[in-house]
């Protein structure tokens, strides 16, 4: 009888384990989806009467970014596009705002700092869309193609994000590596921290010759701005009541 009763009681320490292992997945997964909504909540709300667009051009001062066998640096490629696409954008009618538009930087040298203070122009102006421009970088050097970030999957910054990499991918002067969301583990605090409808670019890998050949031209620059701002028009009309 003592030595079933014992049975009994460790069964129902078991069961009750699972059972509260279960509850905190549950809580976690809530956390994330209600998170998720509120952004949506937030994302439906473009002002399309008075459409603002803020640029960030990746790195800059202090933080060179990656570069590529010739000493290129990322920062100087991003803010080159980025101007392009702020130009192009005005040509239409947008409102632009910047978070550089040289490679002097008027925060400290450090990472988070650096970050919150792209966002918070971004943030204080109450820009629509906020979109950063990168490139990317690996040990692989036959790593190469264009790809577009997000937070989240049914999103406004899914949808933003979907139509800049959808016209990057038409211009077929890389390969189309689709979209990428946060995984639950890292984040990206220029998208995370970020009130607007949010979409981070890499235009391409400069560790990869095709393709910092062409993102280091005048003439890819060109195309790479294009297609930016085509899809940040496209999803502008899209979101138009």
Known sequence: MKKSLKISITA????????????ISNQAKKGVNAEAKSINN????????????????????????????SN???????LKVALKVGALLEKDGIKVLYTRTTDKVD???DNKLDLRARVKVSN???????????????TDSSYHGVETWCRFPNSGGEKLAKSIQNELGNSKYSADRGLKYE?????????????SVSALIEI????????????????????????????ILNYKSSVKK
């Not at 129902?12 to 509850?23: A, H, R, T, V």
């Not at 560790?207 to 297609?227: K, R, W, Y």
């Open 124 to 138: 204080e102006a109450k820009a629509d869309v906020f979109v950063s421009i990168h490139c990317n970088s690996s």
């Open 204 to 231: 391409g890998f400069l560790s990869n010759s095709s393709d910092a050949n062409f993102i280091t031209s005048e003439s890819g620059q060109d195309v790479c701005a294009n297609s930016i701002v085509k899809g």
């Open 72 to 78: 290129i640096f990322e920062k100087d490629v991003t």
């Open 12 to 23: 129902l320490f078991g069961f009750s384990l699972i059972l509260g292992l279960l509850s």
């Open 107 to 109: 925060w400290p040298s």
């Open 183 to 195: 995984s639950s583990g890292s984040s990206l605090a220029v998208l995370k921290l970020n009130n």
């Open 42 to 69: 937030h994302e439906q709300k473009v002002n399309t009467s008075n459409f603002t667009v803020c640029i960030d051009a990746g790195h800059g001062g202090y933080d060179v970014g990656c570069k590529n066998s």
